[in-house]
């Protein structure tokens, strides 16, 4: 009885030391940006996953390639919106690299960088185009975000019903303000879903 106890508890000892934790993941950030912006909010990313010990790879989508998509646990995607629902044009580019990934069962969460006011419209629609083609490869999404404390009539990264963004949303034209807070809340939701993820 007491043998059985005792491989029991090591069994499971075993299986949390091979439990991915946040701190003991690979964590790749690919971003597209024209003006900056998209970058700078993948460092705020980065600083805030760094104070969980998380060092995280920071790459352009203009100089990444499949093999990079391949290469990590955790997988965040930053994507800006141009030209009424445009998509910016690195990712663009990148289109076919995405389709061609193994990203089976890899966890993706993605930002994106819109003008609610100013495009009202088409708020953040490159977000939703990202999300759309990266669920082809069958990849698993965290970091959904509500829709609660934007104003906008029409985007293509919400659900159906509105009140979801398919990814943390960034408004540096009409909300700056609010945007270090956001990172912040959004990061520790990260976290916990990635980390709840590994342990299921
Ligand atoms: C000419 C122009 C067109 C834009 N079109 C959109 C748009 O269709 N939808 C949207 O949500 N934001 C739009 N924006 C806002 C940008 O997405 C926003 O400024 C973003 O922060 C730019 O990110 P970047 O600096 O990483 O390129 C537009 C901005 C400009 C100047």
New binding site residues.
């Given amino acids: 009885m007491q043998m059985i106890t005792i491989i029991i508890c090591i069994k499971i000892k075993l299986e949390n030391l091979s439990m991915k934790t946040i701190s003991n993941a690979s964590v790749g950030l690919i ?11 993948g460092d705020k990313i980065c600083a805030q996953l760094a104070e969980l010990a998380c060092p995280v790879e920071m790459i352009n989508v203009s100089e990444a390639s499949v093999e990079v998509l391949d290469a990590f646990d955790l997988l965040i995607m ?9 998509i ?1 044009g690195d990712w663009e580019d990148f289109e076919d690299q995405i389709l061609s990934a193994q990203l089976k069962g890899k966890v993706v969460a993605l930002y ?5 006011f ?9 977000m939703g185009w990202l999300h759309e083609k990266v669920a082809k490869t069958g990849a698993k999404f965290i970091g959904y975000w509500p829709t609660e404390g934007y104003e ?1 009539d029409a ?1 293509l990264a919400a659900n159906e019903d509105n009140t979801m963004f398919c990814g943390l949303a ?4 009409q909300q700056f303000e609010l945007t270090d807070q956001r990172v912040k809340q959004w990061v520790k939701q990260l976290v916990q879903q990635f980390e709840s993820l590994e342990a299921a």
């Fill in positions: 971003f597209g940006t024209d003006t900056g912006n998209t970058e700078e909010i930053g994507i800006p919106t141009w030209d009424f629902g445009g910016q994106g960088l819109g003008d609610q100013g495009y009202g419209d088409y708020f953040l629609d490159a906008f985007s960034i408004d540096e034209d």
